[in-house]
């Protein structure tokens, strides 16, 4: 999911002599089953068909009812499997067993979804509910299809933007998340173009990564790196012929870099109960909500707890989440010590770190260098031009660590 900061207001807590955040977003896994077969998918479970019941729907109702949240209204994000391949009669149930249960809290639901299965019932349900769609689709068909595919091998791209036509049909407004693979960074300006044209509220980039069990990217290759940040390069241009269409990597990051000295990022995926992820059975995680249903030699599992016999508390007081607490501070302090972009990044991502180097005490990943680094290198140079000051080369600096 790649969710990377957290709002720099957020007042820190002390839970069990843990400093937790408050919650700020619920990840729940209705479904392990996914209905299409992406090569660079992390997902372990995806061709099991295991699915949330009611009873779990309102165990997590009671588990979220005894934790601080950050907003007025919770975000909740239905991920992790295909949200859609649950019925329209599960989440109807759900969304109210939530909202009874678990009032005074509201709550603003969220489907990150491949789009094959929008139809007509599907958004009447986004109608009803104020549902936030966000539609993965990795470009043009030729760059779609070579890695979104069915279990038959076949391409996705047309049944994909059946369901996005359907969206735009109902008046249904959605971002897009696209996966930049060696595949797209060959063509930025068909790529551009095809994302312009969507009619996306908008347009996010995820970077092919070594995480769960993808243990391969076609961007680890040593060219990758010069051919990404061309890339990039010249999507930043293409963009100035349009710059109303909100590109959230770009546009984070002009944040980041924007913001005055003093206030750099926080990771919600580093922070204690920023995120909480809890999967169809009701086990429980925080930080990156790519560990649901992850297992390591070191750290074992990441279910340090299940919302059917435990609360928040519990959770923090397990030994397997002090051990990976642990070893996540002491890597954000190796990438606090190290890293001029540090300021811009908040120490990595943790599942990164994990699946790229083996432990949540690492430092720099490839992610770290295509998602963070090379985006902060092109905004800067952008914003350079924009004061009229000469180019730095990179957001390090004196003022920027």
């Known amino acids: 999911m790649n969710i990377t900061s957290a709002p720099s207001d957020l007042q820190p807590f002390l ?9 700020g977003l619920l990840v729940l896994q209705p479904t392990t089953f996914c209905n299409i077969d992406c090569s660079y998918c992390y997902l372990s479970h995806r061709s099991e068909n295991r699915r949330m019941n009611a009873s779990t729907v309102r165990a997590i109702a009671r588990f ?4 601080r949240i950050s907003e007025e209204r919770l975000s909740v994000v239905w991920h992790a499997g295909e949200p859609m391949t649950a ?24 489907f990150q979804t491949n789009g094959i299965l929008i139809n007509d019932d599907w958004c009447a349900l986004f109608k009803k509910w104020s549902v936030q769609i ?13 890695h979104r595919v069915d279990r038959s091998k076949r391409g996705t791209y047309d049944r994909v933007m059946r369901g ?3 969206l735009r049909q109902h008046e249904i407004p959605f971002t897009v998340i696209g996966v930049l693979t060696e595949d797209a960074l060959r063509s930025p300006d068909d790529t551009w173009r095809f994302f312009e044209s969507l009619g996306a509220t908008q347009v996010a980039f995820n970077v092919e990564e070594v995480e769960g069990i993808n243990h391969l990217s076609s961007l680890s290759i040593s060219e990758a790196a010069g051919s990404f940040r061309a890339f990039l390069q010249r999507l930043a241009t293409l963009r100035q012929a349009n710059p109303g269409i909100r590109v959230r ?7 980041h870099l924007m913001a005055p000295h003093g206030n750099g990022v926080m990771r919600a995926d580093n922070m204690p109960g920023a995120i909480i992820n809890i999967d169809f059975a009701g086990n429980v995680t925080t930080f990156s909500p790519e560990l649901l249903g992850t297992e390591h030699g070191r750290y074992g599992t990441f279910e340090w707890g299940n919302v ?33 972009y540090f300021s811009v990044c908040g120490g990595g991502n943790p599942s990164n770190k994990l699946a790229e ?15 963070i680094q090379a985006f902060a290198d092109i905004v800067m140079e952008d914003l350079e031009k924009e004061l009229g000051i000469g180019q730095g080369g990179h957001v390090g600096g004196p003022n920027r660590k």
């Open 308 to 340: 059917h016999n435990d609360d928040w508390p519990a959770i923090v007081s397990n030994a397997g989440f002090k051990l990976a607490y642990a070893d996540i501070l002491a890597g954000i302090q190796r990438c606090g010590d190290s890293c001029a």
């Open 357 to 371: 180097l083996g432990t949540f005490a690492g430092t720099e990943t490839q992610y770290c260098r295509l998602h």
């Open 15 to 23: 839970l069990n002599d843990v400093k937790c955040a408050p919650l």
């Open 249 to 255: 990597e770009f546009d984070g990051m002009r944040g």
């Open 164 to 166: 996005i036509a359907k």
């Open 64 to 67: 979220v009812r005894g934790i």
């Open 134 to 146: 966000g539609v993965s689709i990795d470009g043009p068909k030729e760059v779609h299809d070579a």
């Open 87 to 110: 019925p329209v009669a599960f989440y109807e149930d759900a969304f109210q067993e939530l909202q009874s249960g678990a009032a005074p809290i509201q709550f603003r639901h969220h």
